[in-house]
């Protein structure tokens, strides 16, 4: 079957490769319906996760139709419209019961390099590298998934597929950090980033009771979309100065929640992005985190930030004084998908999260260098670039 | 006056808690010996296991550490805070601990303990061991980076930080 692979830093390729076939009594096979672009796929990309091999299929944002069931597997039977959540989790550990989904003990078949990394650990995730097990992903016709009870959902009758696709990963992700911050009724928050990650967490923000949801960019096309299809209000990095904006939004206390839905190739206008980006060239920091920076600056005394973002290792000039003399909250995770889901289907059922938007080109996986490329250079407007493999 | 009783209170506990060090030490000699600096640790590697005690028979281990049969030794003790039960295991045979580098590797004398713990906590929790092979892919083109991650990810199931 045909499959759009990472080929080398900057290079993406379309190849065949075999079809996946059941190996754990757990396991479906799905028949991928829509696969989405994420922005995490651009630092694999470009090499700041360094731990791609030539010919790994991409993706880990999808939806489908079940082909084949395992033995073990209850939920779900052949011809089912269902959504993957990205991470690969048991259900049966203690994180996984707490919720905790993305910490998962038994999800990441290797978990000796993530132990490497960070000290423990945690789930595995689709199509992201060896470091978070290796899977294929799910730029291909058909897509292995292991734990499928607890991974599948399904659709309702009503949600399109172009709608639920982002039940994956985007929403989920964005539920976590909003739900994870605990956004308040009366809170303000501020997001960083208008990608489809940091739209989703302004949505949660808003439906989670927050008096006033900021959003951050410097993509006016992005911004048009969360000011249309979110209802959030945007700030235009490049034209304003966001801390001082920030202040007299709320009084001159900051936001109560600020929510980084950037990660570790962060822009900014000023020197300090020119700094960042030559230590992380260099490979004296592997993430640049620019955004975290100004997020915890302008976070109000007392409040939480939250790196939604993907990070990967070390960073430089980190405002740990900041964050101590102000009493902040630091909180991060991968999105613990599995607890958010299906209340996030429900919310698309009844038009309250609408995510038809995010998919600005649509294209079959023999476009998927193309669309790459205009995924990562934010061609023609391109938010997320979708492949449908049965095109 | 609360302040004497308080004191006491305090030197009687701090000599309560030197008594079972003391004990356990003659139970298990090598509870009461530093790690690092040269010298052997206890040579325990755990695994928490959400179960109760009551469910993990040491009589009747999952297959990955009965094959150990008696190479090692294993303990069971309930985790706190209802976090499960700490199933833990080491060789009778200690050798000296690898470097940091080496347990990462997979290349210490415990690695294999290392895995067979992991996936036993796998049986015991979901039932079967996660398998990713065969995974599809395409062409591996030959590199350096990509024959050291084949490398790392080969070593990966029996690496970790203890």
């Given at each position: 079957?045909?499959?759009v692979t990472?080929?080398?830093?900057?290079?993406?390729?379309?190849?065949?490769?075999?079809?996946?076939?059941?190996?754990?009594?757990?396991d479906?096979?799905?028949?991928?319906?829509?696969?989405?672009?994420?922005?995490?796929?651009?630092?694999?990309m470009?090499?700041?996760?360094?731990?791609?091999?030539?010919?790994?299929?991409?993706?880990?944002?999808?939806?489908?139709?079940?082909?084949?069931?395992?033995?073990?597997?209850?939920?779900?039977?052949?011809?089912?419209?269902v959504?993957?959540?990205?991470?690969?989790?048991?259900?049966q550990?203690?994180?996984c019961?707490?919720?905790?989904?993305?910490?998962?003990?038994?999800?990441?078949?290797?978990?000796?390099?993530?132990?490497a990394?960070?000290?423990?650990s945690?789930?595995?995730?689709?199509?992201?590298?060896?470091?978070?097990?290796?899977?294929?992903?799910?730029?291909?016709?058909?897509?292995?998934?292991?734990?499928?009870?607890?991974?599948?959902?399904?659709?309702?009758?009503?949600?399109?597929?172009?709608?639920?696709?982002?039940?994956?990963?985007?929403a989920?992700?964005?539920?976590?950090?909003?739900?994870?911050?605990?956004?308040?009724?009366?809170?303000?928050?501020?997001?960083?980033?208008?990608g489809?990650?940091?739209?989703?967490?302004a949505r949660?923000?808003m439906?989670?009771?927050?008096?006033?949801?900021?959003?951050?960019?410097?993509f006016?096309?992005?911004?048009?979309?969360?000011?249309?299809?979110?209802?959030?209000?945007?700030?235009?990095?490049?034209r304003?100065?966001?801390?001082?904006e920030?202040?007299?939004?709320?009084?001159?206390?900051?936001?109560?929640?600020?929510?980084?839905?950037?990660?570790?190739?962060?822009?900014?206008?000023?020197?300090?992005?020119?700094?960042?980006?030559?230590?992380?060239?260099?490979?004296?920091?592997?993430?640049?985190?620019?955004?975290?920076?100004e997020?915890?600056?302008?976070?109000?005394?007392?409040?939480?930030?939250?790196t939604?973002?993907?990070?990967?290792g070390?960073v430089?000039?980190?405002?740990l004084?900041?964050?101590?003399?102000?009493?902040?909250?630091?909180?991060g995770?991968?999105?613990?998908?599995?607890?958010?889901?299906?209340?996030?289907?429900?919310?698309?059922?009844?038009?309250?999260v609408?995510?038809?938007?995010?998919?600005?080109?649509?294209?079959?996986?023999?476009?998927?260098?193309?669309?790459?490329?205009?995924?990562k250079?934010?061609?023609?407007g391109?938010?997320r670039?979708?492949?449908?493999?049965?095109? | 006056?609360?302040?004497?009783i308080?004191?006491?209170?305090?030197?009687?506990?701090r000599?309560?808690g030197?008594?079972?060090?003391?004990?356990?030490?003659?139970?298990?000699?090598?509870?009461?010996?530093?790690?690092?600096?040269g010298q052997?640790?206890?040579g325990?590697?755990?695994?928490?296991?959400?179960?109760?005690?009551?469910?993990?028979?040491?009589a009747k281990?999952?297959?990955?550490?009965a094959?150990?049969?008696?190479?090692?030794?294993?303990?069971?003790?309930?985790?706190?805070?209802?976090?499960?039960?700490?199933?833990?295991?080491?060789l009778?045979?200690r050798?000296?601990?690898?470097?940091?580098?080496?347990r990462?590797?997979?290349?210490?004398?415990?690695?294999?303990?290392?895995?067979?713990?992991?996936?036993?906590?796998?049986?015991?929790?979901?039932?079967?061991?996660?398998?990713?092979?065969?995974?599809?892919h395409?062409?591996?083109?030959?590199?350096?980076?990509?024959?050291l991650?084949?490398?790392?990810?080969?070593?990966?199931?029996?690496?970790?930080?203890?």
């Amino acid at each position: 079957m045909k499959a759009v692979t990472w080929r080398g830093v900057n290079e993406i390729g379309v190849e065949d490769v075999p079809e996946p076939t059941i190996i754990n009594d757990h396991d479906i096979i799905l028949e991928v319906g829509l696969s989405a672009t994420c922005g995490s796929d651009l630092h694999l990309m470009g090499g700041y996760i360094p731990a791609m091999r030539a010919g790994d299929v991409l993706g880990h944002e999808f939806m489908g139709r079940v082909a084949e069931v395992g033995r073990g597997v209850t939920k779900h039977k052949v011809g089912d419209r269902v959504v993957v959540v990205s991470f690969t989790s048991c259900g049966q550990c203690w994180y996984c019961r707490e919720g905790l989904w993305s910490l998962c003990d038994n999800g990441n078949p290797n978990p000796g390099m993530t132990e490497a990394l960070w000290g423990q650990s945690i789930g595995g995730c689709y199509g992201y590298s060896h470091a978070l097990g290796g899977y294929a992903g799910s730029h291909a016709p058909y897509i292995r998934v292991p734990y499928a009870d607890q991974g599948a959902f399904p659709i309702p009758d009503g949600v399109s597929d172009e709608r639920a696709l982002f039940a994956s990963d985007a929403a989920p992700t964005g539920w976590t950090g909003a739900h994870q911050a605990e956004v308040r009724p009366g809170d303000v928050v501020a997001v960083w980033g208008a990608g489809g990650v940091g739209q989703m967490a302004a949505r949660a923000a808003m439906l989670m009771g927050a008096e006033r949801v900021v959003v951050i960019d410097r993509f006016d096309n992005r911004l048009q979309q969360v000011r249309t299809h979110i209802g959030a209000d945007t700030l235009d990095y490049e034209r304003t100065d966001i801390p001082a904006e920030l202040r007299e939004m709320t009084g001159g206390r900051g936001p109560d929640v600020c929510i980084e839905a950037v990660g570790m190739e962060a822009h900014s206008p000023g020197v300090q992005f020119l700094y960042d980006q030559v230590k992380q060239q260099m490979r004296l920091q592997t993430d640049r985190p620019t955004a975290v920076r100004e997020a915890i600056y302008a976070c109000r005394k007392g409040g939480t930030v939250f790196t939604l973002g993907v990070f990967a290792g070390l960073v430089d000039k980190f405002p740990l004084g900041a964050v101590m003399n102000k009493a902040l909250t630091l909180r991060g995770a991968q999105q613990h998908g599995h607890r958010y889901i299906p209340e996030i289907l429900e919310h698309m059922s009844r038009d309250e999260v609408r995510t038809e938007h995010l998919a600005t080109h649509v294209m079959p996986l023999d476009e998927g260098p193309k669309g790459y490329q205009m995924f990562k250079n934010k061609e023609d407007g391109c938010v997320r670039a979708v492949f449908r493999p049965g095109a | 006056m609360s302040s004497s009783i308080g004191t006491l209170a305090a030197l009687a506990a701090r000599g309560a808690g030197t008594v079972v060090r003391q004990v356990r030490s003659i139970v298990n000699p090598s509870a009461a010996r530093p790690a690092g600096a040269g010298q052997t640790s206890s040579g325990w590697l755990a695994v928490t296991v959400f179960v109760e005690p009551s469910e993990i028979d040491t009589a009747k281990l999952p297959p990955p550490l009965a094959e150990f049969g008696d190479r090692i030794e294993v303990r069971v003790q309930i985790a706190p805070g209802g976090k499960g039960t700490e199933l833990a295991a080491r060789l009778r045979d200690r050798q000296r601990p690898g470097s940091a580098a080496a347990r990462l590797a997979g290349k210490d004398a415990e690695a294999d303990l290392r895995s067979a713990l992991r996936r036993a906590k796998q049986l015991i929790e979901v039932g079967e061991v996660l398998a990713v092979d065969p995974v599809p892919h395409g062409d591996r083109t030959a590199t350096p980076g990509g024959a050291l991650l084949e490398g790392w990810t080969t070593a990966a199931p029996k690496g970790g930080v203890r």
